[in-house]
């Protein structure tokens, strides 16, 4: 897209300009057009982004009246314009007249001592003075033949007279385009310089204001608009006791004195103040001021002790990670997805290996607290000393080996964000006691430490023990146990998933064997029903493992029933399991009878395990027996 349009009042000056601007290489815009056609063709211009405007005379005066906040460079009429215009004209014989703005007059007297030939000249205040007004004058004068612009020269016309259009030749056009290149180069320097501007001003985390020698407010950027509640567009020109009273910018005009560091409020925020004069040649011309949030300094501290600790606290899984189609899990999936949209405390119930900790991470990255810091501790995994120190930081000496200059604690490093307690069930009495505080005052005190640190943290909690039954057995505290339990959600066991073992299987396997850079494993039906018979007492977490060995073990290929059992441990490598000559013999010393009614049994268990989706507690219910009886018919038939 050309950045400049040429904007010619008639053809052959467009002719011209497109041979100059080939020559020197340019991307130019060129039309023909005049007077009000050519404002219109200059706003369409402008839309498309052009950036600097070109054109003559008249066209160009309009152009610039117009309101456009665009330069326009006007083609120059210089002497060699006016002197071909000269021989033309006195070709008409007859004195010769021209109108014209003073400009261009000023300029004819050499032309005149050059020629040994006076004009008669008329000299317009501006482009908007009548042109027939000088036309008459000129022709009183004694004028016979009229040189001029397309304007000029038409109006003579209409009185009768002969007169000559002074057209631009190929100097005056070469001069406008390289004006309007310059043009164009300082006006993208002008641009960024103002972008950079802008965008210091507009991005900056401090409020500025800058005022001048009156007291009056120049600059006003979007974080003073939120501090005062004042947009800028009515504070600008206002004088700063209107707009902010407490800020007393304007005493600095008077003092010339630099104030730091100084604490006041703006409307309802406690802010930090630094008042800065602008001093020119001694001379205060004005004050720039700048002031912060104190809530987001403290933000900025917590922000800054995280970076320091540098643990990467950060949440790795979205609900798009967590696969699953049973309809339990999706239920679960469903509440947690409303719970993300609130900041009430989660407690997650469900036995090892389940998945409650990257439900609590898709809770997080799901939630408006996403930009902040995920921290995650298991409260099992530390013994009581080193989980307080953990959660709640320490002064420096606070005790033997303490760090030099003490440690944040993790609820601190989750400020703004989350923290995620697993295994809650096992924090000892002591400690519920100082978690409870947290959640109740939202604030921590370090160990050894006097004073309190606010942190602002939502809180989610898991574990795999009956909590309700812990508190009337005195095991955990009654009121940390209601203060935590505000949503809970439960998390079904992978035995109770159906089908859903098979889709993680699938899954786990083909990231395996990618890991491993060997070609993808497939499982095959009989394998899919060995896993769906497995009571996976130790869930997800057991079925990636085992999934893991046989990627390990296989290179490729089809996993069959006896390589699902060999990784499930249940039946050793020297072993054949019911297959060959061994299965015959056993199959042989059975009554036919018995052989039958396993057959029968089997089919009628697998076709209702194939009816409830793999629901092993379902099927048992359908088929009138207990699920410790169906496991038992499962490992037999």
Same mark, same amino acid.
């Given at each position: 897209?050309?950045?400049?349009?040429?904007?010619?009042?008639?053809?052959?000056?467009?002719?011209?300009?497109?041979?100059?601007?080939?020559?020197?290489?340019?991307?130019?815009?060129?039309?023909?057009?005049?007077?009000?056609?050519?404002?219109?063709?200059?706003?369409?211009?402008?839309?498309?982004?052009?950036?600097?405007?070109?054109?003559?005379?008249?066209?160009?005066?309009?152009?610039?009246?117009?309101?456009?906040?665009?330069?326009?460079?006007?083609?120059?009429?210089?002497?060699?314009?006016?002197?071909?215009?000269?021989?033309?004209?006195?070709?008409?014989?007859?004195?010769? +007249?021209?109108?014209?703005?003073?400009?261009?007059?000023?300029?004819?007297?050499?032309?005149?001592?050059?020629?040994?030939?006076?004009?008669?000249?008329?000299?317009?205040?501006?482009?908007?003075?009548?042109?027939?007004? +000088?036309?008459?004058?000129?022709?009183?004068?004694?004028?016979?033949?009229?040189?001029?612009?397309?304007?000029?020269?038409?109006?003579?016309?209409?009185?009768?007279?002969?007169?000559?259009?002074?057209?631009?030749?190929?100097?005056?056009?070469?001069?406008?385009?390289?004006?309007?290149?310059?043009?164009?180069?300082?006006?993208?320097?002008?641009?960024?310089?103002?972008?950079?501007?802008?965008?210091?001003?507009?991005?900056?985390?401090?409020?500025?204001?800058?005022?001048?020698?009156?007291?009056?407010?120049?600059?006003?950027?979007?974080?003073?608009?939120?501090?005062?509640?004042?947009?800028?567009?009515?504070?600008?020109?206002?004088?700063?006791?209107?707009?902010?009273?407490?800020?007393?910018?304007?005493?600095?005009?008077?003092?010339?004195?630099?104030?730091?560091?100084?604490?006041?409020?703006?409307?309802?925020?406690?802010?930090?103040?630094?008042?800065?004069?602008?001093?020119?040649?001694?001379?205060?011309?004005?004050?720039?001021?700048?002031?912060?949030?104190?809530?987001?300094?403290?933000?900025?501290?917590?922000?800054?002790?995280?970076?320091?600790?540098?643990?990467?606290?950060?949440?790795?899984?979205?609900?798009?990670?967590?696969?699953?189609?049973?309809?339990?899990?999706?239920?679960?999936?469903?509440?947690?997805?409303?719970?993300?949209?609130?900041?009430?405390?989660?407690?997650?119930?469900?036995?090892?290996?389940?998945?409650?900790?990257?439900?609590?991470?898709?809770?997080?990255?799901? +939630?408006? /607290?996403?930009?902040?810091?995920?921290?995650?501790?298991?409260?099992?995994?530390?013994?009581?000393?080193?989980?307080?120190?953990?959660?709640?930081?320490?002064?420096?000496?606070?005790?033997?080996?303490?760090?030099?200059?003490?440690?944040?604690?993790?609820?601190?490093?989750?400020?703004?964000?989350?923290?995620?307690?697993?295994?809650?069930?096992?924090?000892?009495?002591?400690?519920?006691?100082?978690?409870?505080?947290?959640?109740?005052?939202?604030?921590?005190?370090?160990?050894?430490?006097?004073?309190?640190?606010?942190?602002?943290?939502?809180?989610?909690?898991?574990?795999?023990?009956?909590?309700?039954?812990?508190?009337?057995?005195?095991?955990?505290?009654?009121?940390?146990?209601?203060?935590?339990?505000?949503?809970?959600?439960?998390?079904?066991?992978?035995?109770?998933?159906?089908?859903?073992?098979?889709?993680?299987?699938?899954?786990?396997?083909?990231?395996?064997?990618?890991?491993? /850079?060997?070609?993808?494993?497939?499982?095959?039906?009989?394998?899919? /029903?060995?896993?769906?018979?497995?009571?996976?007492?130790?869930?997800? /977490?057991?079925?990636?493992?085992?999934?893991?060995?046989?990627?390990?073990?296989?290179?490729?290929?089809?996993?069959?029933?006896?390589?699902?059992?060999?990784?499930?441990?249940?039946?050793?490598?020297?072993?054949?399991?019911?297959?060959?000559?061994?299965?015959?013999?056993?199959?042989?010393?059975?009554?036919?009878?018995?052989?039958?009614?396993?057959?029968?049994?089997?089919?009628?268990?697998?076709?209702?395990?194939?009816?409830?989706?793999?629901?092993?507690?379902?099927?048992?219910?359908?088929?009138?027996?207990?699920?410790?009886?169906?496991?038992?018919?499962?490992?037999?038939?």
């Amino acid at each position: 897209m050309a950045e400049i349009a040429f904007i010619a009042p008639y053809e052959d000056l467009a002719h011209v300009a497109r041979q100059v601007s080939q020559e020197l290489g340019m991307d130019v815009e060129i039309h023909v057009a005049r007077m009000q056609e050519g404002v219109r063709v200059a706003r369409e211009a402008a839309q498309r982004g052009c950036q600097v405007l070109v054109s003559r005379g008249v066209t160009a005066y309009l152009i610039q009246q117009s309101g456009l906040d665009l330069p326009v460079v006007d083609v120059p009429i210089g002497g060699y314009d006016i002197l071909r215009a000269y021989y033309q004209a006195k070709q008409f014989g007859g004195p010769i +007249g021209i109108v014209d703005i003073p400009d261009v007059i000023q300029g004819l007297e050499s032309l005149e001592n050059i020629l040994g030939e006076t004009f008669i000249k008329y000299s317009l205040k501006d482009q908007d003075e009548d042109i027939r007004r +000088g036309i008459l004058a000129v022709r009183e004068a004694g004028a016979e033949v009229i040189i001029g612009k397309i304007a000029m020269a038409r109006e003579a016309r209409n009185f009768g007279l002969n007169s000559v259009i002074i057209t631009s030749g190929k100097e005056a056009v070469y001069q406008a385009l390289k004006e309007a290149q310059r043009v164009l180069v300082v006006r993208h320097q002008e641009k960024r310089r103002s972008e950079q501007l802008k965008a210091i001003l507009d991005f900056a985390y401090d409020g500025i204001i800058a005022l001048d020698e009156e007291g009056c407010i120049t600059v006003f950027n979007p974080v003073a608009e939120k501090l005062s509640g004042w947009r800028a567009e009515e504070a600008l020109g206002r004088h700063v006791t209107e707009v902010i009273p407490a800020a007393r910018c304007h005493l600095l005009l008077e003092s010339g004195k630099p104030e730091l560091g100084e604490i006041l409020e703006i409307g309802n925020t406690r802010v930090v103040a630094n008042r800065v004069p602008i001093v020119v040649d001694g001379r205060t011309v004005g004050v720039v001021t700048t002031f912060q949030n104190i809530a987001s300094l403290q933000s900025l501290e917590h922000k800054v002790r995280r970076m320091l600790a540098g643990r990467g606290h950060v949440a790795k899984y979205t609900f798009g990670d967590i696969l699953g189609e049973s309809p339990a899990f999706k239920e679960a999936i469903r509440l947690a997805r409303e719970y993300a949209s609130t900041q009430s405390t989660v407690l997650i119930y469900g036995e090892t290996g389940t998945g409650k900790e990257m439900f609590a991470h898709a809770i997080h990255l799901a +939630g408006s /607290r996403r930009a902040g810091p995920f921290v995650a501790v298991n409260c099992a995994a530390l013994p009581e000393n080193l989980l307080e120190s953990e959660l709640f930081g320490y002064v420096e000496g606070a005790f033997t080996g303490a760090r030099r200059g003490g440690k944040p604690g993790l609820f601190e490093l989750a400020h703004k964000g989350t923290i995620f307690l697993d295994e809650i069930g096992e924090m000892s009495a002591r400690l519920q006691a100082r978690v409870l505080r947290v959640l109740e005052e939202r604030e921590v005190m370090r160990l050894g430490d006097d004073r309190v640190i606010p942190v602002d943290v939502r809180v989610i909690a898991a574990t795999h023990r009956d909590l309700k039954t812990m508190v009337k057995n005195g095991a955990f505290r009654a009121d940390l146990y209601y203060r935590i339990n505000v949503l809970n959600l439960t998390l079904p066991p992978l035995r109770e998933r159906g089908t859903d073992v098979v889709l993680l299987a699938r899954h786990f396997l083909q990231e395996f064997c990618r890991g491993l /850079r060997r070609p993808a494993a497939l499982l095959s039906p009989e394998a899919c /029903r060995e896993l769906l018979l497995y009571p996976w007492s130790g869930n997800v /977490r057991e079925l990636r493992n085992v999934m893991e060995r046989l990627a390990l073990r296989h290179h490729g290929g089809t996993i069959g029933p006896r390589e699902v059992r060999l990784a499930l441990e249940r039946e050793t490598p020297g072993e054949e399991g019911h297959t060959g000559e061994e299965a015959s013999k056993e199959s042989a010393a059975r009554p036919a009878w018995v052989s039958e009614v396993n057959r029968l049994e089997r089919t009628v268990i697998e076709r209702t395990l194939m009816e409830t989706g793999g629901n092993k507690a379902e099927a048992a219910r359908r088929l009138g027996i207990s699920r410790t009886t169906l496991w038992r018919k499962l490992k037999r038939i």
